[in-house]
Nanobody
Framework: QVQFVESGGGLVQPGGSLRLSCAAS????????MGWYRQSPGKQRESVAT???????NYADSVKGRFTISRDNAKNTVYLQMSSLKPEDTAVYYCNLSWTNYNFWGQGTQVTVSS
């Protein structure tokens, strides 16, 4: 059973920054993708950013240039550095591990951008 420890969410003013981290354990997969998704009330969960084992990244258009995803393979940890945050970034952010047809999800961490 894959387990996640997420941290770093909270309340921040518009224009501010936050860093999310997610450590995964309980698996022995290789070549898996890790990423961050988010969901706000009344909306579907959407992909924010993903990163492969080799460091290939993909970003949603809405966060390009503001968010940076990175990972430490030795620690099975993925990070999301969020800058220039906007109120529309407010959501629950979920860590994801994807391997072949399997998807595993963290419990989510709330990010609120408000003055």
């Amino acid at each position: 059973q894959v387990q996640f420890v997420e941290s770093g969410g909270g309340l921040v003013q518009p224009g501010g920054s936050l860093r999310l981290s997610c450590a995964a354990s309980g698996h022995s997969f290789s070549g898996y993708v890790m990423g961050w998704y988010r969901q706000s009330p009344g909306k579907q969960r959407e992909s924010v950013a993903t990163i492969t084992t080799r460091g290939i990244t993909n970003y949603a258009d809405s966060v390009k240039g503001r968010f940076t995803i990175s990972r430490d393979n030795a620690k099975n940890t993925v990070y999301l550095q969020m800058s220039s945050l906007k109120p529309e970034d407010t959501a629950v952010y979920y860590c994801n591990l994807s391997w072949t047809n399997y998807n595993f999800w963290g419990q989510g961490t709330q990010v609120t951008v408000s003055s």
